[in-house]
């Protein structure tokens, strides 16, 4: 089992940037591929980004592609989501998970295979 705590949700406004963290403590990071997911009022989880153990595989949903980035610093035990010319559509509690993957370059993509959450960090874009 790992730990995850968000950090770095705020309001900001629609065109704005934000970078989400969210550091695991124990000593097996490493072993996990992480992801984000958000969920916004009235609808269901979905999949943002996600990156492999090692770091040199990420995937990351339509909606996002070529505006949010996610990253990892196995050192520091942290993963990161970069947000840019963000959106009213983007407002959502997002959250880390963590799954653990025998192969480091694996990208698990399906909630279910997440068995490992964060309380999640609220992100508001205004108009």
């Known amino acids: 089992q790992v730990q995850l705590v968000e950090s770095g949700g705020e309001l900001v406004q629609a065109g704005g940037s934000l970078r989400l963290s969210c550091s695991a403590s124990?000593?097996?990071?490493?072993?996990?591929?992480m992801a984000w997911f958000r969920q916004a009022p009235g609808k269901e989880r979905e999949f943002v980004a996600a990156i492999s153990r090692s770091g040199r595989s990420t995937k990351s949903a339509d909606s996002v592609k070529g505006r949010f980035t996610i990253s990892r610093d196995n050192a520091k035990n942290t993963v990161y989501l970069q947000m840019n010319s963000l959106t009213p559509e983007d407002t959502a509690v997002y959250s880390c998970?963590?799954?653990?993957?025998?192969?480091?370059?694996?990208?698990?993509?399906?909630?279910?295979?997440?068995?490992?959450w964060g309380q999640g960090t609220q992100v508001t874009v205004s108009s």
């Open positions: 124990g000593r097996t990071f490493s072993s996990y591929a």
């Open positions: 998970a963590a799954a653990v993957t025998y192969s480091p370059w694996r990208v698990p993509e399906q909630l279910a295979e997440y068995d490992n």
